[in-house]
């Protein structure tokens, strides 16, 4: 039983501080810890509606495609200027691109030409070299010690990966080709070998992990970049068996994939994934109500202006949204995409709107 609100609450314990798209949110004296708020939520069971904060990152330095990839979450500082690129776990070379804030592979010599070369020339990682101990170490009585919810990210899952092996234009054309499909699907069930290896290593060594937060983007801002029927065949029983090996281990398994994917969410759903944070492409009235009992979904309200809309009409849309997805049978949570709205009179009013509905 969720209890119900009490103005108490509202008084300021706290305030987290500001990283990627998540602003400054004041802790409130809340009925229980961020890390059950989540966890409850995961369960069907929101105390009130999830912005973010409540969720701590953890992208540690152990793993090379960290670094590569300029995007580093952990005890010890990093400075993505100085620091990022580089070889990730393959040896494949990654630049770091200041203005956009992320790495990529640069494109027109792709390390294989061929995906049927991948036997021959890939050099696999040797995990157990990683410096776990050392990671564990720094992180574990320190970083993972708060009363959030630790979600462990990994940033290259497989069509991404394929990407950086071959270009967006050779990954996607062995995806398609009836001919090089057989490789492919030999590459994925060897990735997905390895990387239930790094995470039973990752559970092992950092035992307050809660989740994991997955990526392998399938779409552009217009539309999927592949058949529902593709995806199906060539990517989801790979990914089954990453969900299938977390869900045994009692974590938590949310899918991070960029783009205009609605015809995909059936596919998310049968891959196994907990939850699905949409961009703001994406219809999401349509997606709530074709999918929102089958999947958590990262809802987006309606955009305002929070910078000219005043405050009753900050909380007005704050209340409106709550009222159409802050419901106790059919929970989501708020869209990391769409933070900029969190100004303290709608954030306020959301977490008071969602209390009162998700504890009716």
Known sequence: MIPKFNPEELKVVGETA?????????????????????????????????????????????????????????????????????????????????????????????????????????????????????SAEKNNDTYLAS????????????????????????????????????????????????????????????????????????????????????????????MKRVTEFLHSKGKFCELHSCGQILKQVPNIIAAGWDAWTPQLVNDMQTLYDLYGDKILLGIAPDPIDPESATEEEQRAAARDYADKFCNPNKPSYFNVYSTALLTPAYREELYIRSRENYSK
């Not at 409850?40 to 540690?60: D, H, I, N, T």
């Not at 152990?62 to 040896?91: C, H, S, W, Y």
């Not at 592979?105 to 776990?132: N, T």
């Not at 490789?183 to 990387?195: C, G, P, Q, R």
Request: glycine share 6%.
């Open 18 to 134: 500001a990283y990627m798209y998540m602003p400054s949110i004041k802790i409130y004296d809340y009925p229980v810890t961020q890390k059950k708020a989540v966890a409850s939520m995961l369960k069907g069971k929101p105390y009130w509606q999830v912005v973010g904060a409540e969720r701590c990152p953890f992208v540690p330095k152990l793993l090379p495609d960290n670094i590569a990839r300029g995007f580093v979450f952990e005890e010890q500082p990093f400075d993505a200027l100085t620091e990022a690129g580089g070889k990730d776990m393959f040896g494949i070379e990654w630049e770091y691109v200041a203005q956009v804030g992320g790495s990529m592979v640069r494109p027109g010599a792709p390390f294989l030409e061929d995906v049927s070369e991948w036997r021959e020339k890939l050099v696999w990682p040797d995990i157990d070299s990683w410096d776990w101990e050392g």
């Open 147 to 238: 009363d959030k919810f630790n979600l462990a990210w990994f940033q290259t899952g497989w069509y991404e990966r394929l990407i950086s092996f071959m270009d967006f234009e050779g990954a996607i054309m062995a995806m398609f080709d009836e001919d090089s499909q057989e490789d492919v699907s030999a590459l994925f069930e060897k990735l997905t070998d390895l990387y239930i290896r790094i995470f039973d290593k990752y559970i092992t060594y950092f035992p307050k992990i809660d989740g994991f937060f997955i990526h392998d983007d399938w779409g552009s801002q217009k539309e999927t970049f592949f058949s529902p029927e593709l995806v199906a065949k060539m990517i989801v029983p790979h």
